[in-house]
Each structure stands twice: as C-alpha cells, then as structure tokens.
C-alpha cells in the first residue's frame, strides 16, 4: 500500500519563500511520475505542478510558473515543492499525488492527506 505524507505547510508573509516535502513508503519511489496539488476554499482542486518518473519532465500551472519549482530525490523517497514569491492567492491546502506511469499522464492513483499553506498580506 503506497503512502504519501506531506509536510512543511504553515503560517506565512507574503513575499515569503516556503518549500514542501513528500515523502512516498510501500512503493518504488522511481517508478511514478509525481504531481503537486492544491485546493483552496470553494475552489475546486488544480494541478500546482508535476514531475516525471525520471525528473527530465517538469510542467506547471500558469499562476506558479516560474515562482514554484518542482523536484523529487529517489534516494530519500521525497517529492518537493519550492514555493517563492508567495501571495495571498496560494493560501490552499496542498497535497501530492503520485501515478503509475513514467510520463505524466493526469491519471493520479494514491494521494497524500494535504498539508495547509497560508499566506497573510
């Protein structure tokens, strides 16, 4: 059973750089393409950003692109999220996701339980 835990979502200033981790267990960390998530309230969920299997493959949302930075350590089994510049609009609860498949194909099989960020201005 593959288990996805993230972490590193708290309370911060906008302007404010923050990173998120995940950490992937019961599965072969290099075997899925990865995949960060977002939901804030009375929203529905979007696709933050997604990374392949190899990490030769990255894409992002329009309202991160070049402010995120997706990335992933198969030694550690850990899938990241560097979020700088942040603003009130990325206040959402995050989660990752992982599917089976080396390339990225949006058909997401296990997902973490989220971790909240905040962003006051």
């Known amino acids: 059973q593959v288990h996805l835990v993230e972490s590193g979502g708290r309370l911060v200033q906008a302007g404010d750089s923050l990173k998120l981790s995940c950490v992937l267990s019961?599965?072969?960390?290099?075997?899925?393409?990865m995949g960060w998530f977002r939901q804030a309230p009375g929203k529905e969920r979007e696709l933050v950003a997604a990374i392949n299997w190899s990490g030769d493959d990255t894409r992002y949302s329009e309202s991160v692109k070049g402010r995120f930075t997706i990335s992933r350590d198969s030694a550690k089994s850990t899938l990241y999220l560097q979020m700088n510049s942040l603003n009130a609009e990325d206040t959402a609860v995050y989660y990752c996701?992982?599917?089976?498949?080396?390339?990225?194909?949006?058909?997401?099989?296990?997902w973490g339980r989220g971790t909240q960020v905040t962003v006051s201005s």
């Open positions: 996701a992982a599917e089976v498949s080396p390339y990225i194909t949006d058909r997401y099989d296990y």
């Open positions: 019961g599965g072969t960390f290099s075997s899925y393409t």
